[in-house]
């Protein structure tokens, strides 16, 4: 099939695949999903006052101490382009879609065969978590494209060493840490790995140290105007006060106690009844219904209470915001206090239920109808990602085996560093979604490996060009 056709069809599919979570969503758009409501108003107020602030009117400046500015700014660009609402963002992001499959062929066309490349992209147009976020406003796509791109630009850097693919890698990098701050440390993981790994590995050849020294001092200009705002408005540098890594721990640290239906069933009690009293009566009721010993459910709702009043307590904005770091502390200290108390069975739990929710639990069912799929459903999809992760390990190897340990290097870093980064934490499948692109284009080289299939990529342009010049000091 001719390649322009075959990449039409991909994008097609890619559409076609969007437009029908756009759909599918749409109930869940207003009643579900909380965290739009955040971005939304940052959009909003970014499109109308140029503000980054959800209180804009307040006398005083209340600064953001949640999210990043990053995805806030695509939302407030289609809002004053297209006007408000879900409809413009929701195709915006899946034209985003669109371009994430055209790069996963891009980055494949470098480090396997053409046809490889092109499976590798309609894997990822029909992969339906991704279009199933496009649908929402939430950073999980944007992400998505600006880590594909990212990677994509690795890989090119292996081949195309110039300086100036490290000065957009940094900037890219920068970018993607300021839309999920999961991903600030990882330019310094990329570029450790190359530091260590490849001379262990006798990898020639390779890029030179001034270009990863240029990568970092890029992507450390692009994070300084967010840091200077932190500064600015709370006094301290931090890349999200309140979003930092307080609340992940403590939810990690009872994440797996219980099944996630009963924990969800248990955080709702929380947040909904206010008396304590009546609150401990019903975690009882939970507890006689489920035969299990209600102490532990008492303190995890207690803790969950506590906390929260430190942030809803205070009635202006600006002393509100303060409170969310507080919170955040508060949450650090109590979490860290939770995993000292049974550290052996917190590390079994995070080895064990923690990985496996955080590369193959995604459910990409509306969020208001998860609870009553048919158990068979959700076993049928957790095993599908299940084994795309383990044939993308299989990528991994086939690369390093054929020649491509360069490259097996750049595309195994996304999965180690963000396996690393959220252990510890509370584990949702989408912290992964921005590697996902990576983990179908290994898997899809693994398919290549097992089916006994060449993984040879053609030669790139540069290197037909190269071919073609005449042996130096010889006359035509």
């Not at 940052?42 to 209340?62: E, Q, S």
């Not at 797996?256 to 069933?265: F, I, K, V």
């Not at 020649?403 to 989408?430: D, N, Q, S």
Request: proline letters at 6%; one cysteine or more; hydrophobic letters at 50%.
């Amino acid at each position: 099939m001719p390649r322009r056709r075959s990449l039409w069809i991909v994008c097609a599919i890619a559409a076609l695949h969007g437009i029908f979570f756009i759909w599918y969503q749409t109930p869940d758009w207003t009643s579900a999903w909380s965290d739009q409501d955040g971005y939304r108003r940052l959009g909003h107020v970014l499109a109308t006052t140029g503000k980054f602030t959800r209180f804009p009117d307040a006398p005083v400046f209340v600064p953001e101490v949640i999210r990043t500015p990053a995805y806030p700014l695509f939302v407030a660009a289609i809002y004053r382009l297209f006007g408000t609402g879900q409809i413009p963002v929701a195709l915006a992001q899946t034209a985003l879609f669109v371009v994430i499959c055209l790069l996963v062929y891009a980055a494949g066309r470098r480090v396997a065969s053409e046809r490889t490349a092109w499976m590798a992209a309609l894997a990822v147009a029909l992969f339906p978590p991704l279009p199933y976020f496009a649908a929402l406003v939430m950073t999980e796509v944007w992400t998505t494209l600006l880590f594909t791109f990212a990677i994509y630009l690795a890989i090119r850097a292996l081949d195309d060493r110039r300086a100036g693919v490290f000065v957009l890698l940094g900037i890219t990098l920068g970018a993607t840490a300021l839309s999920r701050p999961s991903f600030v440390l990882f330019p310094i993981a990329l570029a450790l790995a190359f530091a260590i790994v490849f001379p262990l590995a006798r990898i020639r050849p390779r890029p030179a140290p001034l270009h990863w020294f240029v990568m970092l001092a890029l992507f450390a200009v692009t994070m300084l105007p967010w840091f200077a705002y932190n500064y600015a408005t709370l006094g301290t540098f931090t890349l999200s006060p309140a979003g930092g890594v307080g609340r992940g721990i403590w939810e990690g640290s009872w994440q797996a106690t219980w099944s996630g239906r009963l924990q969800n069933e248990l955080t709702h009690l929380a947040d909904d009844i206010d008396d304590r009293g009546e609150l401990d009566r019903r975690v009882h009721a939970v507890a006689a219904r489920e035969q299990l010993p209600p102490e532990r459910m008492l303190e995890y709702v207690h803790q969950w209470e506590d906390i929260r009043r430190i942030w809803d307590a205070p009635v202006d904005s600006a002393e509100r915001a303060r409170a969310r770091v507080a919170a955040d502390r508060e949450y650090l200290r109590i979490g860290l206090e939770n995993i000292r108390r049974d550290s052996a069975a917190h590390l079994a739990k995070r080895l064990s239920r923690g990985i496996f929710v955080l590369w193959a639990a995604e459910i990409p069912f509306r969020y208001s109808d998860i609870n009553s799929l048919p158990r068979a459903v959700i076993y049928i999809c957790w095993a599908i990602q299940a084994a795309l992760v383990c044939l993308a390990i299989v990528g991994i190897a086939a690369l390093a085996r054929n020649g491509r340990a360069a490259a097996a290097l750049v595309l195994a870093t996304p999965l180690v560093y963000i396996t690393a980064v959220h252990f510890p934490l509370l584990t949702e499948a989408r912290q992964s979604l921005p590697a996902q692109p990576v983990v179908l284009l290994l898997a899809t080289i693994g398919i290549v490996q097992l089916s006994g299939r060449s993984l040879s990529r053609e030669p790139q342009v540069h290197e037909r060009q190269h071919l073609r010049q005449p042996a130096a000091g010889i006359e035509s």
